[in-house]
């Protein structure tokens, strides 16, 4: 059975310091890893992929993640954070070759000025 | 493009009614599948639909069904509701099967008195 584990469920920076959302996983087969965001309200954004590609993955709004097969590992980090970079970020796992997706319980990412 | 759109928004029934929401995908997107997000959780898979077939289902009771019609447009369905079946339901889209990335809506707020 596949998992993630969202190791923070609260982070805090300040406006321009570094992002680190960290993410563990679990899986049987070979995974494909997504970091999702969801503003207040809203529904979910797709932000990147992981896919057997490129280990070092660059998604939308500067955000980047790392696969780490052998931490089984897929953080996600941002140089610099901005204000609007607040909302919760859902690291996920799916199967390869399978529409399910496994969310993990969520990091609220808090930016302040 | 429109994205993913649900209707209706917010919703509010009692306990032991039924409930129909519904999900239009993005143009040409031919998969669909329906998460539930209790708050302060992350989404759980209820189903997915390819093609007007059943692809996947998750742990849910049978009280869930779900069907795609020839539109690729979808009914999420719910039947003898519960205080814990209140929640955000999540559609997502994908243009077909496997290991594609899914596009979400904004969701349907369900609450239950």
């Known amino acids: 059975a596949q998992s993630v584990t969202q190791l923070d469920s609260h982070v805090s920076v300040s406006e321009g310091t570094p992002v680190l959302l960290r993410c563990n996983y679990s899986s049987s087969y070979s995974p494909s890893l997504f970091w999702y965001v969801q503003h207040p309200n809203k529904g979910l954004q797709l932000l990147l992929k992981?896919?057997?590609?490129?280990?070092l993955v660059k998604g939308i709004n500067g955000f980047e993640a790392e696969f780490k097969k052998s931490e089984t590992s897929f953080h996600l980090t941002k140089p610099s954070a901005h204000m609007s970079d607040a909302a919760e970020y859902f690291c996920?796992?799916?199967?390869?070759?399978?529409?399910?997706?496994?969310f993990g319980t969520g990091t609220r990412l808090l930016v302040s000025p | 493009d429109a994205g993913v759109t649900q209707s209706p928004t917010h919703l509010i029934k009692t306990r032991g009614q039924q409930v129909t929401l519904r999900c239009s995908p993005i143009s040409g997107h031919k998969s669909v599948s329906w998460y539930q997000q209790v708050l302060g959780q992350g989404p759980q898979f209820i189903f997915q639909?390819?093609?007007?077939?059943?692809?996947g289902r998750g742990n849910f009771p049978d009280r869930f069904s779900a069907r795609q019609f020839p539109n690729y447009s979808s009914e999420l369905n719910v039947n003898a509701l519960l205080l814990g079946d209140s929640a955000l339901y999540l559609c997502?889209?994908?243009?077909?099967?496997?290991?594609?990335?899914?596009?979400f809506g904004d969701g349907t707020r369900l609450s239950i008195l």
């Open positions: 992981y896919t057997s590609a490129a280990t």
């Open positions: 639909y390819y093609e007007k077939e059943e692809r």
């Open positions: 997502a889209s994908s243009p077909r099967d496997g290991n594609q990335p899914q596009h």
């Open positions: 996920v796992v799916s199967e390869r070759g399978f529409q399910k997706l496994v």
